[in-house]
């Protein structure tokens, strides 16, 4: 396993439901990012489409493994690359469940998938309309170390990235679509997950305009100290390159020893508090 | 200690202050805004109607901005009743400060024809008789959008929008409302900001229907106080708390309540009643650009 290398963050716009032009997007951009020399590549929540779907998204969703998942293992085999995008993802099961899914892909063809656990259904959001939320924390064994995958209003609950953080991951991956108004939650959250983990953390936002909601970028890669390693634009197209060292994982965590601390009992008491809420 | 469910103390403030905003950054989201839409729309410019007021001046002065002042036409549509040479010296103001093409077409032939077709036409309800203006000046826009290929940008704001002071299917007609977000004295500091000469911004409102018009006095509340009224509403604050905290009776503020509630028909689609599969209005649910 690697202990050093280079993430690139690819915060781009999508076109509306064409996952055509959307992959060959997302070709361009690992093809640049490859040259950088960047290992792993990540795009936005729901990047093979775009955000706002509505009825559309039930005509666009699609079983994983599936056509657009193997378009772009092509893209990752033929880079050499681990790529993260989002996608609608159509049940395996049955015939209009969908869920808001992330997928890992590697050098070496699919690796894994992650459904959205926290569905945002309020203010602009009606996530829960069309999708079904994800019952399982995800982190995957990779070359570059096991890397863990959650999706926007996920980072809003601490208790998925510790999940994942507590499988093993020490890079948290957050694919994002979050509209401008929302930038300071998510500015202190990336960084509050990183530190509170002693892990890294990979944000990738969309950017671009869909029905009126202005995505404002801002993608990020966190350090486990919550250092800023690099940040792309607000507002626009961007691709920038960060570099993970994991070895400096280990004297973050004996200086801030939040896993060392971590107490379980605590859980049992959430679990009660929660349901009387 | 304190009662974790009393409000008190945990209401909003409702000060000047809190309508306050980043005007840079407004104007950034709604050129964006403006820009994008056009070049997703494949149309060649915009086109809006240009009245010499503050509502107007902003949208033309950002549609500018966006996209070039070349490729937005302000139309300027008087008529006899309500002529103002004042406001068509602003409008003028305004085109030639941020480059705006213009074209000034006398309405009041087209309007009168109309109402000689009108069997129950009466010249004394200056409330129909406006409304007939502002939807006769809808029909100039949509034509010249028709016909270059133009977006209509509206100019409507976020206080008259919710208390539902416009007319249905006239000045509120367009493809894009930049300033819907916005309450009108908000649309007042971005004026302010983008450089809309101060005597349009500090001008009283007028929707121009009939001679000597004023909004303020028509409403009964100045803006500075509905504005404050609407965030209430709008952050979902009690009635009462909003009418103590600006010292109002509490009578006005749910009048204006009662208004925004019941002006929905003028904001939304026609209503229809739920015979099929996915109905327009109800569960027809398709993204816009």
């Given at each position: 396993?690697?202990?050093?290398?280079?993430?690139?963050?690819?915060?781009?716009?999508?076109?509306?439901?064409?996952?055509?032009?959307?992959?060959?997007?997302?070709?361009?951009?690992?093809?640049?990012?490859?040259?950088?020399?960047?290992?792993?590549?990540?795009?936005?929540?729901?990047?093979?489409?775009?955000?706002?779907l509505?009825?559309?998204?039930?005509?666009?969703?699609?079983?994983?493994?599936?056509?657009?998942?193997?378009?772009?293992e092509k893209i990752a085999r033929k880079y050499g690359t681990y790529i993260v995008f989002g996608m609608p993802e159509l049940s395996e099961k049955a015939q209009a469940t969908l869920y808001n899914t992330a997928v890992l892909i590697g050098p070496k063809g699919y690796i894994g998938k992650y459904r959205k656990m926290y569905l945002p259904t309020h203010s602009v959001f009606e996530e829960?309309?069309?999708f079904r939320q994800g019952y399982q924390a995800e982190a995957f064994e990779t070359e570059l170390g096991k890397l863990g995958l959650i999706i926007c209003y996920d980072i809003f609950f601490p208790e998925v990235s510790r999940l994942i953080r507590l499988e093993g991951a020490q890079l948290i991956i957050c694919i994002s679509a979050s509209p401008a108004v929302r930038r300071t939650f998510f500015e202190t959250l990336t960084v509050a997950r990183a530190i509170e983990n002693t892990s890294f953390l990979a944000y990738v936002n969309l950017v671009g305009i869909e029905d009126g909601l202005q995505f404002w970028g801002g993608s990020r890669l966190i350090g486990p100290n919550g250092k800023v390693i690099a940040a792309a634009k607000y507002d626009e197209e961007d691709l920038v390159i960060g570099e993970i060292n994991y070895a400096e994982i280990g004297p973050i965590e004996a200086f801030v020893p939040t896993l060392r601390d971590?107490?379980?009992?605590?859980?049992?008491?959430?679990?009660?508090?929660t349901e009387k809420l | 200690?304190?009662?974790?469910?009393?409000?008190?103390?945990?209401?909003?403030?409702?000060?000047?202050?809190?309508?306050?905003l980043n005007w840079e950054e407004v104007k950034t989201k709604i050129t964006r805004f403006i820009r994008d839409y056009v070049e997703k729309s494949k149309a060649k410019g915009i086109v809006?109607?240009?009245?010499?007021?503050?509502?107007?001046?902003?949208?033309?002065?950002?549609?500018?901005m966006a996209?070039?002042?070349?490729?937005?036409?302000?139309?300027?549509?008087?008529?006899?009743?309500?002529?103002?040479?004042?406001?068509?010296?602003?409008?003028?103001?305004?085109?030639?400060?941020?480059?705006?093409?213009?074209?000034?077409?006398?309405?009041?032939?087209?309007?009168?024809?109309?109402?000689?077709?009108?069997?129950?036409?009466?010249?004394e309800d200056k409330l129909c008789k406006g409304n007939l203006k502002a939807r006769i000046r809808m029909l100039?826009?949509?034509?010249?959008?028709?016909?270059?290929?133009?977006?209509?940008?509206?100019?409507s704001d976020k206080s008259e929008t919710m208390i539902g002071y416009f007319t249905k299917w006239g000045d509120v007609a367009a493809d894009i409302s930049p300033l819907m977000d916005l309450y009108k004295t908000q649309v007042r500091k971005l004026a302010e900001y983008i450089g809309v000469p101060d005597e349009i911004v500090e001008k009283p409102p007028s929707p121009m229907l009939w001679p000597g018009q004023t909004a303020e006095e028509e409403i009964g509340i100045k803006y500075e106080t509905l504005d404050l009224i609407l965030y209430g509403l709008e952050h979902f604050m009690k009635t009462e708390e909003i009418a103590d905290q600006l010292g109002l009776q509490k009578d006005l503020v749910e009048k204006v309540k009662r208004r925004w509630q019941m002006m929905e028909h003028k904001r939304r689609m026609p209503l229809t009643t739920k015979i099929q599969y996915r109905t327009v209005g109800f569960d027809f649910r398709l993204p816009f650009t």
């Open positions: 396993m690697k202990q050093n290398f280079k993430v690139a963050l690819a915060q781009i716009s999508c076109h509306k439901g064409d996952k055509k032009a959307n992959i060959q997007k997302i070709e361009d951009y690992v093809e640049r990012a490859r040259r950088q020399g960047a290992e792993l590549v990540i795009f936005p929540e729901l990047s093979l489409t775009g955000y706002i509505r009825d559309e998204l039930y005509g666009l969703a699609e079983k994983i493994p599936g056509q657009s998942t193997i378009a772009v829960k309309r069309y971590l107490r379980a009992e605590l859980f049992d008491k959430l679990k009660e508090k | 200690m304190p009662n974790p469910i009393s409000n008190k103390g945990r209401t909003l403030k409702l000060t000047q202050n809190a309508l306050d809006l109607g240009l009245s010499g007021g503050v509502d107007s001046s902003t949208a033309a002065a950002l549609s500018a996209i070039g002042g070349n490729k937005v036409l302000g139309l300027m549509l008087p008529e006899r009743e309500t002529y103002s040479p004042k406001d068509l010296k602003h409008a003028e103001l305004v085109a030639e400060k941020f480059g705006i093409k213009t074209e000034k077409i006398d309405i009041t032939p087209a309007l009168e024809a109309l109402e000689k077709t009108i069997p129950v036409f009466d010249p100039y826009l949509y034509y010249y959008a028709n016909k270059l290929n133009l977006i209509v940008c509206g100019s």
